[in-house]
């Protein structure tokens, strides 16, 4: 395809928290108890704050102005409990996050931005903060079922949001491709959330 003719192709943005490699490496290490289930590449494991959708490139641009205007103080997320979203075609197993008042604020930040200042229409709904750990392609069975209530009280560990990215997203059959357009810093409250 001519570089044209992508330049003119919306973008399927979102914006998300990446999770660091400690992290990462705690959440990886839980696929050993459920096998024959295909995770999620530790690369790209996340915490979603909002699913924008396809927008012209243009659009984008303004979208990355307005997340620029964002002043949020950094603060730590506690990763605890698995979950399951279960679908009539499928589901979602996911790893939890405990609920924090600057979470939720930086969340409302970020679809301020994105409706006052972008000019975008966004979906109203509850926000349930989790990281997905791997996609089922079959309802759930019993077995699973089981497994994931086992681990539903398990602590993962701490995690410092010391930014928020801007992610660009491709969809291909073997999955998803994330490509950060543009990382987002936190004001540092406590020194150590650097480290």
Known sequence: ?????????????FVAVETPAAIRSVLTELRLHFPGLQWTPPDKLHLTLRFIGLVPEAGTAAVQQALRGIRHGAFRLTVAGLGLFPRRTGGIVWAGIREEPALQKLKRQVDEA????????????????????????????????????EKSVERFGEMPVTAFTLFRSYLYRSGAIHEPLERYALTPEDPSLDE
């Open 1 to 13: 395809m001519p570089a044209q003719a992508k330049k003119l192709r919306p973008n399927r943005l």
């Open 114 to 149: 994105l409706c006052d200042t972008a000019g975008l229409r966004l979906p109203d709904g509850p926000f349930s903060p989790h990281v997905t750990l791997t996609r089922l392609k079959k309802p759930p069975s019993s077995a699973l079922k089981t497994l994931v209530r």
